[in-house]
């Protein structure tokens, strides 16, 4: 199939795999954040909320694997991309201007590598609660009741984890290159696809920077409100001493979130 | 006025080339950078050294013959200009000014500032063209082009296929030339029958030549002499992605004749 070669081969084709791909995982980053800003309320919410993401394996692990089927077209197509843009031009100029490209433009290939080193941390931090990179200890021990079932309490480890100062600067830089990121990948992806016009591209331009602006404050207040200890500083007190106790057992918070 | 050049010397494909530094002789302001170089040959000529190769034609910014990349911008400080128009008014007295050739892949240089562009040639030959039968002119207005068409077909037809857009481009990427002709012949009435056809010919053509990729920084259309937009990389975009759903058209037994 001729169509399958072009959109894998050609310069074009990739583009269109470049725009595809980073238009799921934007969707995922939207679809993550209104999960996460949850921690803003009771911690029965957000709690509750990873209980019910639990409860569906079959809807968890097929947006999985979807993702990691995203991620990894957005990586390899990258850089196949830069590889030929690189050979495009084997002897660099002698002196150089940016001749109006943006810096975010020129570094997209820095950005997303430090938001992979960064995505790699987080599923260690959050999803296989690695012990030795959270700072503070096993986070698999922190657990409450919700509805009669014992679930993980994600309020505590955020409230926890996000105490940590190292942890949360490494948060903070990577939503700064996340955003830098988005701001030029965001309205790309509709010229890469096409999707522009005359009359239309101030329009893109101007919303997709206003939404990687949002997505910047959505993401950077959740680990900020933490670490400045306006959000939940008594329950990762209580939820410490679970964490250093030597058997786990129920806090008092969690039986609280089981009535 | 009097600058100092640091100029690209390259003896031919296969020897490795270098700057070598030169200063000028006394220059008027009104001279276009290609007659500064004139003159700067006359005096390399005068003592035996071999002149600076460069390309150039007809110096009234219409042929896409000039390149040169000076200071670090495709034909020169000023936007929408080609180098035969850059004026040594635009530069101080005593100035230094790196002149080097357009740098890519497929634009291997030959001398000094000469880079061989045939890659162009060839990407046009895929496509850049409409099947029509030559003969008497067709009676005018014949094939009604609604206005705001034939406008934006002529924004795209000004492009003059200089490369300066691979010059400036980061990755070497020719898709606003490329752009700039599917456009030119896909928003017109005569360029429809083969539209599809062309895009996919010259972006085939395009990929096979070695040029980069786009990554919308716009630096192109910032140093295109003729103005050239990234709307028209957008359309040949979407173009391309059309031809991709149509798919290749079935062969025919005889070649349909």
């Known amino acids: 199939m001729k169509i399958i070669d072009r959109l894998f081969n050609s310069s074009l084709g990739k583009k269109y795999l470049m725009a595809i791909s980073g238009l799921a995982l934007f969707g995922f980053i939207v679809g993550h954040l209104v999960g996460n800003l949850q921690v803003f309320g009771p911690p029965e919410l957000i709690n509750g909320y990873a209980h019910f993401l639990k409860s569906k394996p079959a809807l968890v692990w097929g947006a999985r694997l979807g993702l990691l089927a995203m991620v990894a077209i957005h990586i390899v197509t990258a850089v196949r991309l830069t590889m030929e843009n690189k050979a495009a031009r084997p002897v660099q100029y002698a002196k150089w201007k940016e001749n109006g490209a943006s810096k975010s433009s020129q570094y997209m290939i820095v950005s997303g590598s430090v938001i992979l080193a960064f995505i790699i941390y987080h599923l260690a931090h959050f999803t296989v609660l690695l012990p030795f990179v959270n700072g503070e200890g096993d986070f698999t021990k922190l657990t409450t009741v919700f509805d009669g079932h014992q679930v993980a309490d994600v309020y505590a480890m955020m409230v926890i984890g996000f105490q940590v100062w190292w942890v949360t600067l490494f948060y903070l830089i990577a939503q700064g290159l996340l955003f830098w990121h988005l701001f030029h990948g965001l309205s790309s992806m509709f010229q890469s696809l096409g999707l522009r016009s005359y009359s239309w591209w101030p329009v893109i331009t101007k919303a997709t920077k206003a939404v990687s602006i949002g997505i910047f404050i959505g993401y950077s207040i959740i680990p900020l409100a933490i670490f400045l200890r306006i959000v939940g500083s008594d329950y990762a007190e209580k939820a410490r001493h679970q964490l250093h106790a030597e058997t786990v057992q129920v806090v008092g918070s969690g039986k609280e979130a089981g009535k | ?257």
């Open chain 2, 1 to 257: 006025m009097k600058v100092t050049l640091k100029v690209w010397r390259q003896k031919n494909k296969s020897t490795p080339g270098e700057f070598k530094a030169y200063q000028t002789p006394e220059l008027n302001g009104n001279m276009s950078f290609l007659e500064m170089l004139d003159v700067v040959n006359e005096g390399l000529a005068n003592k035996g050294e071999e002149p600076i190769a460069f390309d150039h034609d007809c110096r009234e910014g219409i042929c896409g013959t000039c390149s040169l990349v000076i200071d670090g911008k495709p034909h020169g400080p000023h936007q929408g200009i080609a180098t035969c128009q850059t004026y040594m008014r635009s530069f101080e007295d005593g100035d230094e000014i790196y002149v080097e050739p357009f740098r890519a892949a497929p634009f291997e240089i030959i001398k000094d500032l000469v880079c061989d562009r045939k890659s162009f040639d060839r990407i046009q030959q895929a496509g850049g063209f409409i099947t029509v039968r030559t003969g008497a002119a067709p009676d005018a207005n014949s094939i009604p082009v609604p206005k705001d068409n034939s406008d934006l077909a002529m924004d795209a037809a000004q492009c003059i296929g200089c490369g300066a857009c691979v010059a400036a481009c980061k990755n070497a990427s020719a898709m606003l030339f490329v752009a700039a002709k599917v456009s030119h012949l896909g928003l017109l009435p005569q360029g429809q029958p083969e539209r599809f056809k062309r895009v996919k010919a010259m972006v085939d053509q395009m990929d096979k030549e070695g040029f980069g990729s786009c990554s919308v920084t716009g630096s192109c259309e910032a140093v295109c002499p003729k103005s050239i937009t990234l709307d028209f990389i957008a359309m040949m975009n979407r173009d391309y992605a059309v031809a991709l759903l149509k798919g290749d058209p079935k062969p025919i037994a005889g070649g349909g004749a």
